[in-house]
């Protein structure tokens, strides 16, 4: 079976320092692989996807990812951090042929000014 | 779009009664999701629905626990009898069906609804 593994429970960085969040996962085949940001008492939104292609993903808020076969990683980074950015991220994988994801436990981030 | 909605937002009981929580997804949408969310097991499936069929009911933790999906736009959570380990926020989901055959396609989240049982 699949899995996901977010080896940093919480990250504290400075506003405008940049930023990568691990994520690695486990599985014999090419995964999907996707990353949610969950805010204080809100669901989880997608932030971006890797299916297939270019091992660079860009999402929304100005984040991106990249997928590393070698390394069966799928870290999240962004450059400069802005206060809105403190929230739960989620790494999750798919499989082929299945509509259910798995979901790592979250890494926290709280931004200092 | 109103998104996926749920009720109630938060929901105190006392141990022994039944609570339902309820979903509406995205209109259009072919899936639909529970999740549970606890600190201790993060965030968990519980079932997921195709068209309104249950697919993958291996994530409900017992018989206490059961889901119903009787049209494409309104599904129940239910718990009988609740106990206070079941304390949680529980999410509700959906998605359309994959645009690549046989990958999973994005899934949209509600705010979810917290119990609390006393």
């Known amino acids: 079976a699949q899995s996901v593994t977010q080896p940093d429970i919480h990250i504290t960085v400075s506003e405008g320092a940049s930023l990568e969040l691990r994520c690695n996962y486990s599985?014999?085949?090419?995964?999907?692989l996707f990353w949610y940001v969950q805010s204080p008492g809100q669901g989880l939104q997608l932030l971006l996807k890797y299916f297939s292609g270019d091992t660079l993903v860009q999402g929304i808020k100005g984040f991106e990812a990249e997928f590393k076969r070698s390394q069966s990683s799928f870290n999240l980074r962004k450059p400069s951090v802005h206060w809105s950015d403190a929230a739960e991220y989620f790494c999750?994988?798919?499989?082929?042929?299945?509509?259910?994801?798995?979901f790592g436990t979250g890494t926290r981030l709280t931004i200092i000014p | 779009d109103a998104g996926v909605i749920q009720s109630p937002r938060h929901e105190v009981t006392e141990m022994g009664q039944e609570v339902t929580l309820r979903c509406k997804p995205i209109s259009g949408h072919d899936y639909l999701f529970w999740y549970r969310q606890t600190m201790m097991r993060g965030l968990e499936l519980l079932i997921y629905f195709n068209n309104n069929v249950p697919i993958d009911d291996s994530g409900m933790p017992e018989d206490r626990f059961s889901a119903k999906m009787p049209n494409a736009s309104f599904s129940t959570l239910k718990i009988q009898p609740s106990e206070p380990r079941d304390s949680a926020v529980y999410f509700c989901?959906?998605?359309?069906?994959?645009?690549?055959?046989?990958?999973?396609?994005?899934?949209?989240f509600g705010p979810g609804t917290r119990l609390t049982v006393l």
């Open positions: 599985y014999g085949a090419t995964p999907y």
């Open positions: 989901a959906s998605s359309l069906a994959p645009s690549h055959v046989f990958s999973p396609n994005e899934q949209f």
């Open positions: 999750a994988v798919g499989i082929f042929g299945n509509e259910k994801l798995t």
